[in-house]
């Protein structure tokens, strides 16, 4: 069986071809510029040329490529984009035609004299290539984690996003109920996009793409506190057995380096002992923080770091774990969604 797992963040998109054939450390890796990075680096080359532009495809994540656009019209330039598209700028379409952008249907996206600019989280096509290049072709099966706070137009995203985390965990919390396979709340339209580009696929969360990916390492003690330290959030939950008791989630840099390790060693020791709370972690521009169950920080066998900007944690006064499942620190969602596949292929017999 061969699957083909990409984790996309905001500064890279890692991607392991599994092949159940191979030993796991055989099986071919690449580690690219993410695609709002790629997004973002065509609009600063037409804004460089004096180009208007229209954005088409399909909703993706924003970060970069929405600070280009912002860059582009300051430049005076024009910015049109098809509905699907213009919701990576903004869930609320009243905002991002405050910011100047024109919004248009497809068929008027087409007949535009201006430069195109295909949105995507999953270019495909260009995957297909690369691989191509070296003789490999894409498998049928592929497994994709997004960063997705869920269509939330009239309300903050971040509270959005964590009361469904809170009622995912309030219901058992385990790591499967964030597994989706032909079943994506219609809440998330970003994993609705990626499913559109490519139809069967496995989806997840990032973050908990990240703590199940970490928790595939070697010895780990139950229960396990699991930090993913992202290039734009980190998230940190304690898990026992499959199940996840308590999760809180921030930013990592925001107004020049709001994640310190002197906060982060704190937040983690509170949420472990249940005295960390929701309104604290959103006050200070988190997103928030949820306690099912508290087990006591002296209690926890194994904390359990991963994530590009993990070397935050590097002074930090907890004993600490850099996870590496498989050797391979930067693949440890890539391996998230590689268990989470083989999970899903265990327990149905719909041959997918």
């Given amino acids: 069986m061969k699957l083909l797992a990409i984790d996309v963040g905001m500064g890279t998109q890692d991607i392991l071809l599994y092949d159940s054939n191979k030993n796991i450390e055989n099986c071919f890796k690449m580690v690219l510029p993410s695609q709002t990075q790629i997004i973002a680096q065509r609009i600063s080359m037409e804004t460089r040329a004096g180009h208007d532009i229209v954005l088409a495809g399909e909703t993706m994540g924003g970060g970069p490529c929405v600070g280009a656009v912002r860059r582009h019209i300051e430049a005076g330039l024009a910015v049109y984009a098809t509905e699907r598209a213009a919701l990576t700028v903004n869930d609320n379409l009243d905002r991002v035609r405050g910011m100047g952008v024109v919004i248009v249907s497809e068929e008027e996206a087409a007949e535009l004299n201006v430069t195109m600019i295909e949105m995507c989280d999953v270019d495909k096509p260009a995957l297909k290539k690369a691989f191509g290049l070296f003789g490999i072709s894409l498998p049928n099966r592929f497994a994709v984690a997004v960063q997705d706070h869920g269509y939330s137009p009239d309300t903050s995203n971040r509270v959005f996003r964590f009361d469904y985390f809170r009622d995912i965990i309030k219901k058992g919390g385990g790591l499967n109920s964030f597994v989706y396979k032909g079943n994506i709340p219609e809440r998330f339209t970003r994993m609705k996009a990626v499913e559109r580009t490519l139809p069967g696929a496995l989806l997840m969360d990032t973050g908990f793409a990240a703590i199940r990916g970490a928790l595939l390492g070697a010895d780990v003690k139950m229960p396990a506190l699991v930090v993913n330290i992202g290039n734009g959030h980190t998230l940190a939950g304690v898990v026992d057995n499959g199940v996840v008791l308590s999760l809180f989630e921030h930013h990592t840099y925001q107004m020049a380096g709001q994640m310190t390790i002197a906060k982060l ?88």
Avoid: Q
Wanted: net charge negative; with cysteine; proline share 2%.
């Fill in 265 to 352: 060693d704190d937040y983690l020791k509170r949420l472990c002992d249940g005295t960390l709370e929701f309104k604290e972690v959103f006050d200070d521009g988190g997103h928030g923080c949820y306690i099912r169950e508290t087990v006591g920080f002296d209690n926890i066998g194994s904390i359990l770091v991963t994530g590009p900007n993990r070397s935050i944690m590097r002074v930090s006064r907890l004993d600490v774990r850099f996870a590496a499942p498989y050797g391979d620190m930067m693949l440890t969602g890539c391996f998230g969604l590689m268990d989470a596949y083989l999970n899903y292929l265990e327990n149905h017999n719909d041959g997918t």
